[in-house]
């Protein structure tokens, strides 16, 4: 048994967690400082340190650490100068995009700019053929030229992506090797390391977001390693993926990509241990922050990943105006609704809720940090959902009658009593979240319908039961130290990197030993990070997938197999599990088509740390500690109000109720019951258990 600190930064909040060998968990949450991360990442450490009595150097098991810096540098755009090699005659990839419009109807459509400008984009005179076959090598002459010119241009990073590279990468290999020894001092990256996929433009995207971002991550994890070392702490940290699992810093630093959801993909994560625990297969994680909320799909105990997501989008929450990146990810869905989220009017005077948020600075009105604009936790304390004296239990006074002003300037404008305008702000960004979950479950082929509602996040217990009840779940589960659940994610996620390798093939004429020459590769590269990450020769377990679809079809679906494809080829048990997969997800198949295989992927996982998570609850039931005036469903509604760290196993508390705690507040509203289950979780539903 050991002691484990995870940090997880978020847009707001900076979550701490210490575990302990008895697996008990000590944490903390301190406000984000964007000017230095790391500066708020070291202040929580010494405060739960502090909280346990306990010094660096008694650490002896893993610092894991989720963040926020490579989504940061993609939003600011403070990266340093990036350059991309192509194949000559493909300079205009990142414009022409992949001719998509996101919305057909605005004739003044924007898209985000690419972080590579066609003044730094450089034709290479090279070929690859889809088949992988060289038809003609980089000229040495002309990559040295390339080089002295980005030399010249103070370029710091080069992003290399060409035609067909994913079928074979010598010329990327060479083109990187000579650019290596002729700027030494430069981050360069191909794409064969970075997304080994078809489709020229997300592959381009990937691979020049990776080199954008690698001047910044490797030095802010090099930092951090360093920063540690220096306070005492004898561990490296491990680095958080997007894809649900940790890796070395090290690995971390060369593929930045892969983190750019690292806290979400956390939070999912540990949803799946709950679930595991409390025996759910299938849930909703729903997890709402400072700054937006995020919702994803657990089936069969485990979460859904995707190929590819978007970021930096034109308009945050329209797929489509974004940079795609074509590398694993748990499959997330972001709504711009968030404690810190924005009220205003649009255009007609119609009340609007975010996206966009006050984040860490300045801050909702009530944190008096220089916040005036309305937000929803301003309307939460004005509804009455908080206590201005017990927020970060007490240590941070909220301003009521800041709060009060702030709803008030809206209502005015509105023409609503106070109380009013603060409802409204509530039932709207519960409808947004609602919604968006409805619409990312629906695209899946998932019924949403009384899936138990799993929720935490800083202000997720507060709003779960009113976007369940608006999703027609009948469960909500709020576990223990649910605010900081992302962070207490890394804790429990294995070492995991996942891979993938486009080979596209007919399903019935399959090469299978080129398929196990491309799953040889990735084995080795796995187990290498897994090593890497874990220190120690720990069971590996591998999984295997694979993207299919019929001939003629521009997407794919992701089977899973239930063979190993790398000793025994089956072409017919390929064939059945994709249409079973598409039957499902479409409802049916279509006759005398052929089907054919397009990207082959591979899943390395092992487990890190053993040890369970555990929470005391006292054995006597706790009292009522007051009641409050509630005005969230409706005028002047008296709840109880309850301490968490007093619950006992068993006890009912029928809803209207509020459940505090020193991270956040759960509601349970009038209509429904919290339980306290032997895990510590509250389960609140509309029978009483």
Known sequence: MSCSVAVDIGGTFTDIVLRLPDGRMIIDKTLTTPHDLIEGFMRGVRSVLQKASLRPA??????VHATTVVTNSLIE????PTALLVTE???????IRNENRYDVYDTQIEFAEPLVPRDHTYGVTERTLA???????????EIRQIAR???????????????NSFANPANERLAADLLAREMPDAFICTSFDVAPVIREYPRTSTTAVNAYTMPIARPYLDRLSERLRADGFSQSPLIMLSSGGVVGSDRAGRSPVRM???GPAAGALAAAYYGERIVIERLIAFDMGGTTAKASLIENGIPLVTGEFEVDRRYRFKQGSGMPIAVPSIDLIEIGAGGGSIAHLDALGLLKVGPESAGSVPGPACYSRGGTSPTVTDANLVLGLLDANNFLGGEMILDRNAAEQAIGRIAAKLELPMIQAARGIFRIVNETMASSVRT???????????????????????????????LSCATVIVPPKSSVLSAVGTLVTPARLDLMRSYIASINHIDWDRVSAVFREMREEALGALEEASGRNETIELHYEADLRYHGQQYEVTVALDFDPDRAGDHGRLQRLFEQAY?????NNPSNVGIEVVTWRLSARTRLDHTPIGESLPLVAGPRRGRREVNAFGDAVEADVFSRDTLALGQVMPGPAIIEERETTTIVPPGWWATIDRFGCIVISTERS
């Open 77 to 80: 755009r403070k990266g340093r």
């Open 440 to 470: 990312h479950a629906t695209d899946r082929g998932v019924d949403y319908r009384n899936l138990p509602l799993f929720a935490f996040g800083g202000a997720g217990a507060i709003h779960a039961c009113a976007v369940a009840e608006l």
């Open 583 to 587: 039957l499902a997800l479409y409802g």
């Open 58 to 63: 008694d650490i002896d098991g893993l610092i």
């Open 89 to 95: 005659g493909f300079c205009d990839t990142l414009l």
């Open 131 to 141: 088949d992988g076959r060289i038809m003609a090598v980089p000229d040495i002459g």
């Open 149 to 163: 010119v980005l030399h010249a241009r103070g370029v710091s990073a080069v992003a290399i992506c060409f035609l």
């Open 260 to 262: 750019i959801e690292s």
